[in-house]
């Protein structure tokens, strides 16, 4: 059964930085991804990568955010950087088994992802 846990979040002041940590159960050849919710919003895609490493990033952080993984460690990561009070959400660690899939325009959607952790609370204050 695949799990993820998510960890790292927290509050920091607009400009500064965190990095979210999801532990997987799960093997290398899955779609991995994070995602956020803010109250009353969407689950929006922040950033995906795929078992070869490739990546995929929401215009909204892309400059600032970098998603990695640690296969040795079954571990997914998300650096944060230049954080603004609009990046305020729920993040919540997905996968999916296979490749990343994409739509024409490039977007994700959290639809397509049937694994899911608990998620981590990320308030940025200006």
């Known amino acids: 059964q695949v799990q993820l846990v998510e960890s790292g979040g927290g509050s920091v002041q607009s400009g500064g930085s965190l990095r979210l940590s999801c532990a997987a159960s799960?093997?290398?050849?899955?779609?991995k991804g994070w995602f956020r919710q803010a109250p009353g919003k969407e689950r929006e895609g922040v950033a995906t990568?795929?078992?070869?490493?490739?990546?995929r990033y929401a215009d909204s952080v892309k400059g600032r955010f970098t998603i990695s993984q640690d296969n040795a460690k079954n571990t997914l990561y998300l650096q944060m950087h230049s954080l603004k009070p609009e990046d305020t959400a729920m993040y919540y660690c997905?996968?999916?088994?296979?490749?990343?899939?994409?739509?024409?325009?490039?977007?994700?959607?959290?639809?397509?992802?049937?694994?899911w952790g608990q998620g981590t609370q990320v308030t940025v204050s200006s």
């Open positions: 799960l093997y290398t050849t899955y779609c």
């Open positions: 997905a996968a999916d088994l296979g490749s990343c899939a994409y739509y024409n325009d490039g977007s994700f959607y959290a639809t397509d992802f049937g694994y």
């Open positions: 990568i795929d078992s070869d490493g490739a990546t």
